[in-house]
């Protein structure tokens, strides 16, 4: 036995030099838009590692990951698709596949990777490997609020024609079923992360409106209508985003449109259960991965500011100033940080949920989204 | 002070730069509320116009707002559109935020870039 046990050690220490394990459980990669370029993270050295440039508009851009959390798919604003490998740091696909584009989906099941467009406006879904298109699902609309939804199913939402689609790939030819009448102008949706409930938010009128995704034929819920009533509506300077489903508890909570409000619904019975007044318009309500807490960024001209919700009491409990324009938040997985992208000060700005105590600032160039790769096992994400 | 013509934009006196700078100041902040800032609102018009049109203007929810685009319209038509938006659809007055002379700004640079 002896021989053998001596070439077994040799040969896992040859491995090991061979091959330098890289780990990507604690990485993230945020958008910088003005340069089309995307910077590679570390949550816990909370260190810039990499920039990767060549991703084209990434104004408005998004994210998801692959399963294994090597691969990035990167949804530019001029319809770009790049797949990245975190790993080697480098893009290994790209396609520009529409003119226009807004976000994207990634398969339970890792295989497909859709992409919604304003032009031509739709749904095109393509091979999570090689990038090859796999279908093309033309809405006649601007399509926004693409999920992925259990069962190998796309789920999207047509702002000029107030009309959801559900794209069944599990069978093939894929099963498309439409459900109209979910409402004026809906500007973004998300997925619950059980994967039941699909929300969309109406800009054209005052409300959201639910899809229950466990019945056999879903049919339009209406949440919160007319919620803005006898209230005089504010010019929206930015359409807010639905990401990140605020679940708090029983409840979860949602920016209000036009309103400087975020609103509280029960998630059972989709019924309101609160309202906190805000500083400004809501773009984002983001609930800490625990539950506990709200964080609220706010749309120009208020966008310097961040709000902290005590979802006990649905107080705010903290208020400060990051910098000039703050676009996005990302929670760490459990929630005991948050980096926050401030755009106009090219910093991103990494504090302690608890003590609010800043912890670090890393440079970065015009920052928005900040993507986390814990993202990769989360439905909606 | 208060009858000095001057804006931001304007080149101080080669033969009187300290003055000239002094000036400039004092006009900066005599007329913060008025003046032009030119890189402010291109700023302006790429972040927060395009968020909705595209940072690089060519359309999002909102329509193609390029030059070549836009070579139709009267460009009083364009700063009425930006000051008070567009009723029924996502475009928001944005008077509360801007000077009429503001938007005029904006709305001559829209149609032609290269000139501002």
């Known amino acids: 036995m002896k021989p053998f046990a001596l070439a077994l050690v040799a040969a896992l220490w040859a491995g090991t030099a061979a091959a330098e394990t890289i780990a990507t459980g604690d990485l993230g990669l945020v958008i910088e838009r003005a340069t089309g370029s995307v910077l590679l993270v570390d949550q816990s050295d909370r260190a810039a590692l990499a920039r990767i440039e060549g991703l084209g508009d990434l104004s408005h851009a998004s994210l998801v990951y692959s399963p294994d959390e090597r691969f990035a798919y990167v949804f530019g604003r001029d319809g770009g698709l790049t797949k990245l490998d975190i790993t080697t740091r480098q893009i290994v696909g790209r396609v520009v596949q529409s003119g226009n584009a807004i976000g994207g989906a990634i398969s339970d099941d890792g295989r497909l990777v859709a992409v919604s467009n304003y032009e031509p406006g739709g749904v095109r879904v393509f091979d999570a490997d090689t990038l090859e298109m796999v279908a093309d699902l033309p809405t006649g609309g601007k399509t926004i609020g693409l999920v992925d939804a259990p069962g190998r199913r796309f789920v999207f939402t047509v702002w000029d024609t107030g009309e959801s689609w559900i794209a069944d790939f599990s069978q093939t030819p894929p099963q498309i079923t439409t459900i109209p009448g979910m409402g004026k102008n809906p500007y973004d949706a998300l997925i619950t992360g059980n994967g039941r409930t699909y929300i969309t938010g109406l800009f054209g009128e005052d409300g959201l409106t639910a899809l229950d995704l466990w019945s056999e034929a879903p049919e339009p819920i209406r949440v919160l209508p007319g919620y803005g009533r006898g209230e005089q509506e504010m010019p929206v300077y930015k359409m807010p985003h639905l990401e990140g489903w605020a679940l708090t508890g029983r409840e979860f909570v949602l920016p209000a449109v036009g309103h400087s409000q975020v609103l509280w619904i029960d998630a059972d019975t989709l019924t309101e259960t609160g309202r906190t007044q805000t500083y400004g318009q809501p773009v984002f309500a983001m609930a800490r991965p625990d539950g506990r807490q709200v964080w609220v960024n706010f749309a120009h001209p208020l966008n310097d500011t961040i709000q902290v919700i005590d979802t006990v009491t649905k107080e705010v409990i903290h208020e400060f100033k990051p910098g000039p324009a703050v676009l996005h938040m990302e929670f760490t997985p459990r929630g005991h940080e948050i980096w926050i992208s401030v755009r106009d000060a090219n910093r991103i700005m990494i504090y302690d949920t608890r003590t609010f105590e800043k912890l670090r600032e890393i440079e970065a160039e015009s920052p928005s989204g900040i993507f986390f790769t814990a993202r990769a096992h989360k439905t909606g994400l | ?116």
């Not at chain 2, 000036?23 to 395009?50: E, S, Y």
């Not at chain 2, 070579?71 to 659809?89: A, C, M, N, R």
Request: hydrophobic share 40%; proline share 9%; net charge negative.
């Open chain 2, 1 to 116: 002070m208060d009858d000095v013509p001057l804006i931001r934009t304007q080149k101080p006196d080669r033969s009187a730069p300290a003055l000239a700078l002094t000036m400039l100041f004092l006009a900066t902040t005599a007329f913060a509320a008025d003046a032009i800032d030119p890189a402010a609102l291109k700023r302006l018009v790429q972040q927060d116009c395009g968020s909705c049109h595209g940072l690089t203007l060519k359309g999002g929810l909102g329509p193609d707002l390029r030059a070549e685009s836009l070579q139709h319209y009267d460009p009083e038509v364009l700063t009425s559109v930006i000051l008070d938006g567009i009723p029924d659809t996502a475009m928001p007055p944005w008077r509360p935020l801007m000077t009429e002379e503001e938007a005029e700004w904006i709305a001559r640079y829209l149609q032609n870039p290269e000139g501002k």
